[in-house]
């Protein structure tokens, strides 16, 4: 959802992370398969499920195939 290891801390940081509709704290949280994440980004918010975990970092598209983005559900 974002570039960087970062910017993803950042956004933890500013309150902007839910896991489980907890909010997170610190960019440490454990994150395990079937946890749904809710990110709040710009003007959007995105939620997601955890699907799995990759072995070694990769593309884009890789990258998708580890998570179902429940925010498209709810759109019409």
Known sequence: MVRTRGD??????AGYVRVNA?????HGHPVRVGDVLTL?????VRVLKVAGFADKR???PAARK??????????P
């Open 8 to 13: 993803a801390a950042a956004l933890v940081q």
């Open 22 to 26: 907890a909010k997170v704290s610190a």
């Open 40 to 44: 709040a980004l710009d003007r959007s």
């Open 58 to 60: 990769g593309d884009a």
């Open 66 to 75: 580890l998570y179902l983005d429940l925010s498209k559900e709810a759109r």
